[in-house]
């Protein structure tokens, strides 16, 4: 069933991407590190790549309704903040949302997220208003897969989500909603997968030393990535990852993260959203040796 149209309180385009800015703890409104701040070096794990026939990718319809339930945890997150001192007030919006999810998007929902959904308004806390906030990178991985955004001009770095998602305010079915899109080929999805995956691996190692750079060249090499001057990752300005501070890596570290783990899914690695899994093989770096080529 569709919900009918929120009318009294209707809140800008923002309220989808401004739960991320709010959290900062300290009213700076600086963008939170939300769940991934942790910078450490890892060493290389050698374990078993699922073929693609493993694979089995949701369809539009999911997609769809997925991104409806990324929406609306992120707008849950902007209203925590929001409205912490007039709850009342707060509730005209997080009321029928709640239902949205519980009712409409229930199939896609996981329990977890169900569960966050049905508690009243001003009793999350922090951390979860943070980890949900987050939830907005994940989704423009799922718009540009359904070509509402046409290029992900940035890596690492926030984006503005498509002002198609201006309809959610408005609580629609996802099998009515947007009938004519469709899905991009496995390969350009697959692609940006290993795109985030090899930036992922790279922003969690603590230092360029010559193992790093011998990846990074490689996957240069075959497109995924750009290199700065000295060798290692470039950032979409340009800059040398291993020129930034911890802050800032931390920062980045969690968008890729969260866009990495919607690469996973859209692609079928893991069906349920909260058991994805952001893990860096980077399998295709690899010689038949297990070394960097």
């Excluded at 401004?18 to 900062?24: I, K, L, Q």
């Excluded at 783990?261 to 297990?290: Q, R, Y």
């Amino acid at each position: 069933m569709a919900l009918g149209p929120v009318t009294v309180l209707k809140v800008p385009h923002s309220f989808f991407a401004m739960g991320r800015t709010a959290f900062d703890g300290n009213g700076s409104g600086k963008l939170a590190d939300a769940r991934h701040l942790t910078v450490t070096s890892i060493q290389k794990t050698v374990k078993s790549i699922p073929s693609r026939d493993e694979f089995s990718p949701p369809s539009i319809a999911q997609i769809k309704m997925r991104l409806m339930v990324l929406w609306a945890n992120s707008g849950r997150a902007f209203l925590e903040l929001e409205f912490a001192d007039d709850v009342e007030m707060g509730e005209e919006i997080a009321g029928p949302l709640r239902e949205w999810v519980s009712t409409v998007l229930r199939a896609e929902a996981t329990e977890a997220e169900l569960a966050r959904h049905q508690l009243p308004l001003g009793s999350w806390d922090e951390q979860t208003g943070r980890n949900d906030s987050w939830d907005r990178e994940g989704s423009l991985v799922l718009q540009w897969g359904l070509g509402l955004i046409p290029v992900l001009t940035t890596w690492d770095t926030e984006m503005e989500a498509s002002e198609a998602l201006e309809d959610f305010f408005d609580f629609p079915n996802p099998q009515s909603w947007r009938p004519d899109l469709k899905l991009r080929a496995f390969d350009e999805l697959d692609a940006l997968g290993m795109r985030y995956e090899t930036c992922l691996w790279r922003s969690r190692r603590s230092e360029a030393d010559i193992y790093t750079l011998k990846l990074m060249s490689r996957a240069h090499s075959i497109g995924t990535i750009s290199l700065a001057s000295d060798g290692d990752l470039a950032l979409s300005d340009g800059r040398s990852f291993a020129s930034i501070d911890e802050q800032e890596a931390g920062h980045i570290v969690s968008i890729v993260q969260e866009r990495l783990e919607a690469c996973n899914w859209i692609c079928g690695h893991e069906p349920n959203w909260d058991l994805l899994s952001p893990d860096t093989v980077v399998s295709w770096l690899w010689d038949e040796t297990g070394e960097a080529g």
